[in-house]
């Protein structure tokens, strides 16, 4: 049987009592089915810990994850948000991209895996058929109208493609070179930081473009050096990690060859961040991440 939004709507206001809405529940209902209107985002996982979708559940600038996914965007598939799996989740993915070609976001979170045809990441089956993350990628990425790489897995290998990398992990933007209605948006950083990552998804959807650098990074976020803003700078050299003041360069900090902006915005909602918390900066948004080793250990009198 087929409803509209209009009879749905009615539906729901009769029935609200049985269904235990309130007259602010049956708002966030309307406003979803709204939401259901714009551009979708399909989110994909490759190679990665899942540690950029969790930072994202835990986000509340520009607003709480809960707002973003009811009032600011349309998520038609994310694995680990959404309740289907096997094929029917795929089936979503397809449909989504379908409907919705030349127009929707595609979001990916992970290395994406090119080795043995990409057979080291499968993300789900079609019609009892694995589907890789390789070829997902390659099918959706010339289909989307913005592409956008969460995390430095899918900005620049990252940890999956560190070491001897056998499985071939490879950078979404060297996958997708030439494939792509716009240019890749990358958003580094282990995780990613969730406030950057809805921006840039919310600026798209406003109609407004994302100014990039050199390297693709949205210059709003990854303007300055964390050295350039840090509060240690200038108070001479810390005798230890931990300590309240003092640099922390002699210990690895690669604070000064790192874009970030995690001086401002700090990590867990602004709670704290690496060098506030009395540790150096690892550089986990940059392109040589994980370096070996990540600390220095010795003596620095």
Request: a positive charge; hydrophobic letters at 40%.
């Amino acid at each position: 049987m087929q409803i509209n939004r209009r009879d749905f709507l009615k539906w729901a206001a009769a029935t609200a009592a049985v269904l235990g809405l309130s007259p602010q529940d049956l708002l966030k209902v309307e406003e979803a089915l709204a939401a259901a209107t714009s551009p979708p985002v399909i989110w994909l996982q490759g190679s990665s810990c899942t540690g950029c979708s969790v930072a994202a559940l835990n986000v509340v600038q520009p607003a709480t994850i809960d707002d973003i996914l009811i009032n600011k965007i349309s998520m038609k598939y994310h694995p680990t948000l959404m309740a289907a799996g096997g094929d029917a989740a795929i089936q979503a993915m397809d449909q989504a991209a379908l409907g919705n070609a030349g127009q929707f976001i595609l979001v990916v979170e992970g290395g994406v895996s090119t080795a043995n045809n990409g057979n080291y990441c499968i993300i789900g089956e079609r019609n009892g058929v694995p589907v890789t993350m390789l070829e997902a990628v390659n099918t959706l990425g010339p289909k989307a109208k913005h592409v956008i790489a969460v995390g430095t897995c899918a900005s620049y290998k990252g940890i999956p493609g560190a070491g001897s990398n056998l499985v071939g992990i490879s950078p979404l933007k060297t996958v997708l070179t030439g494939k792509t209605l716009n240019p890749v948006i990358s958003i580094p950083g282990c995780p990613a930081p969730p406030e950057s990552v809805f921006g840039a998804i919310v600026t798209i959807l406003s109609g407004k473009s994302v100014a990039l650098d050199a390297q693709s990074r949205p210059k709003a976020y990854y303007g300055d050096k964390i050295h350039s803003t840090c509060y240690r700078r200038g108070t001479g050299s810390a005798p230890t990690l931990g300590t309240a003041t003092g640099c922390f360069k002699n210990f690895g900090c690669v604070g000064p060859g790192t874009n970030q902006n995690c001086p401002s915005r700090k990590w867990n909602n602004g709670k704290n961040w690496c060098i506030g918390s009395g540790q150096m900066c690892i550089g986990c948004s940059n392109s040589t991440f994980p370096q070996s080793p990540i600390f220095k250990f010795g003596s620095y009198a």
